[in-house]
């Protein structure tokens, strides 16, 4: 069986032609699909290589069973009515000669995709990582803001007729965009190497504040919604209250406006942009060279890095973004943007060990209802029953 998966992410194709991921799609997430379809087509888009970006640094999202399809720029205009038809062309073509579709939202490529879908009688599954209107809403621009209630009516009216929905949150985005079909609340994060000596290595650090004391933040730097300037602002407004401390920031992009922002508030020479490290074992160390995690995001589905984090037994401070609260203590939360509540939070946790211990303690307990023995049951069950309806249709 054949199933073609289609979503708007940016891969970068080498000059060996293989495509390569910043993270979000290893080869080992294709796995997941290749236990219940003999092939995996990926509708995607490409994109060149940021400033300072190598493909040694990426994931190689291709192997066995696995191929790609090249689909054009949709999103926005003039693009959209420019390339809509090609896309469209390139979606059918492909989808003819496979028995199912898997789409992903937010994207436009989804849309076009699950169209063709219904319209050549195809099944098809819908996996709904985020929200659509906070997506738009916080792009950074005047169009996506006025996109977003446009854009959430028809993801809110794709979902609710998808057979299928895979949700990463238990309940956020399943209020906002509700199914009729059948429906399952499980995260698609991916742990690894999760053991109690994790945890005791975590919490023999407390018993001395290293210096400087390292803030660690997982995003992209190619839009803002990770609140990657929350935290500048943050950290600047408290910066002559605290012990001597490092920002750090893991993720791909070009970092040249938030190092203008991190030396408008005057912890440029406290901040450091890690670039981007491959999923899996390097991102691992990276977090246990972290004494506290933050997520200020703007918005999320539910957020893996913060996954990640917890179970690596890392403190860590969040936004009430998405699935965000699902995870962490109310005592951890402020709202997206509120800089002066996020100030407060780091300053009491980097001065308290005790309570840096606590959270520690229960992130990694929490962390435990991610992994991959409670996920890995709960993915199958579903992905089964789509096979079973893929057959009948």
Not at 172 to 188: A, I
Not at 209 to 222: D, N, T
Request: net charge neutral; charged share 25%.
């Amino acid at each position: 069986m054949k199933v073609l998966f289609a979503f708007d992410n940016k891969f970068c194709r080498g000059a060996d032609g293989l495509y390569y991921s910043d993270g979000q799609f290893p080869y080992r997430l294709w796995q997941r699909y290749l236990e219940f379809f003999d092939e995996i087509v990926v509708a995607g888009r490409v994109r060149p290589l940021r400033p300072g970006e190598q493909l040694k640094d990426l994931d190689l999202s291709n192997g066995p069973g696995v191929s790609f399809v090249e689909i054009p720029n949709i999103s926005g205009l003039p693009t959209a009515l420019i390339n809509r038809v090609e896309a469209k062309r390139k979606i059918t073509d492909v989808l003819q000669d496979c028995d199912a579709l898997i789409v992903r939202v937010v994207s436009e490529i989804s849309r076009v995709a699950y169209q063709v879908a219904e319209e050549m009688r195809k099944p098809w599954a819908v996996e709904i990582t985020a929200c659509t209107f906070d997506c738009l809403w916080y792009h950074g621009s005047w169009q996506g803001k006025a996109y977003a209630p446009l854009a959430a009516y028809l993801a809110r009216r794709m979902i609710s007729k998808a057979p299928f929905a895979f949700y990463v949150t238990k309940e956020f985005l399943q209020r906002r965009y509700p199914c009729l079909g059948v429906t399952v609340g499980c995260s698609d994060v991916q742990l690894i190497d999760r053991d109690e000596g994790i945890l005791t290595e975590r919490l023999a650090s407390f018993s001395q504040l290293r210096s400087p004391f390292r803030i660690g933040l997982i995003g992209s730097l190619a839009h803002g919604q990770k609140g990657v300037d929350t935290s500048l602002e943050a950290l600047g407004l408290i910066k002559d209250q605290l012990p001597p401390f490092q920002f750090l920031v893991l993720g791909g992009g070009d970092p040249t406006r938030w190092k203008k922002l991190a030396n408008e508030h005057g912890v440029g020479d406290r901040t450091e942009f890690c670039g981007v490290l491959p999923s899996g074992t390097a991102v691992n160390e990276w977090l246990d060279g972290i004494d506290i995690y933050i997520q200020p995001s703007y918005i999320e589905g539910l957020p893996r890095a913060l996954v990640e984090a917890m179970s690596r037994g890392c403190p860590a401070l969040g936004s009430s973004a998405g699935g965000i609260p699902e995870l962490l203590e109310p005592e951890c939360i402020h709202q997206p943007g509120d800089s002066r509540t996020l100030a407060a939070l780091l300053e009491r946790a980097i001065n308290d060990k005790g309570w840096r211990a606590r959270h520690a303690e229960a992130n990694f307990r929490k962390a435990a209802q991610y992994d991959h023995v409670v996920l890995d049951p709960i993915r199958r069950r579903f992905w089964l029953n789509f096979k079973d309806y893929c057959r009948k249709t």
